[in-house]
């Protein structure tokens, strides 16, 4: 029987110290879940600050490109207007500057302002590449400051965002009045504005 009494004190010795241990083991764990959850709302808190700043730096990005490739496309329209067409009218600058953003708008033309000034395709008549618009090959001097192109730039803003009333609708090509190209006959005219006929 003593042994049964000395039996049970240490089995409940055991036990009280298991308990012990434990509890604590749960009271340690339960301090960790306590301060992680303290940890959550400053978590949500820094993945909203993050998921702003990078939206935000994103759209910002997004938006300075878009402005970057707005005003390269302008300038590009306004050096076809100043090469092309300073010399002519307000109507007739008007006019080379829908042909260029007709061009864009055709499925048979580059996809960019610059890539249609640019183009140049193959011309079997004369066996090699011929620009479109005669004066890209050739380093023409650009009097940026001069009072015309400033107009370039006014008249390729306008047409660019589509805020001129069309003079030429659906011109594709032109060429001055006191050349026939080969290419002429297979076209329709659409008008003649100074020194330029326009067709479609």
Known sequence: MFRSVLYEVRAWAVLRRRRL???????EKGDLA???????PFLVVGLFVY???????????????AARVRAREIRCLAENIYHEARGESL???????EVTM??????HFPDTVCDVVHDTRWDSA????????????????????????KQAMDIATLVYDGRNTPLVDGALFYHATYVTPYWARSKREVARIGNHIFYR
Request: charged share 20%; no cysteine; aromatic share 16%.
């Open 21 to 27: 241990a434990l509890s604590w083991q749960l009271k």
């Open 34 to 40: 306590f301060f992680a959850l303290l940890g959550v």
């Open 51 to 65: 998921f702003a700043y990078a939206a935000r730096s994103t759209i910002d990005g997004s938006r300075i490109d």
């Open 91 to 97: 109507r007739g600058q008007y006019a080379v500057a």
């Open 102 to 107: 007709n061009r864009l708008a055709s499925p």
């Open 126 to 149: 004369r066996q090699r590449l011929v620009a479109h618009f005669s004066w890209t090959p050739f380093k023409l001097r650009l009097e940026s400051g001069s009072k015309e192109w």
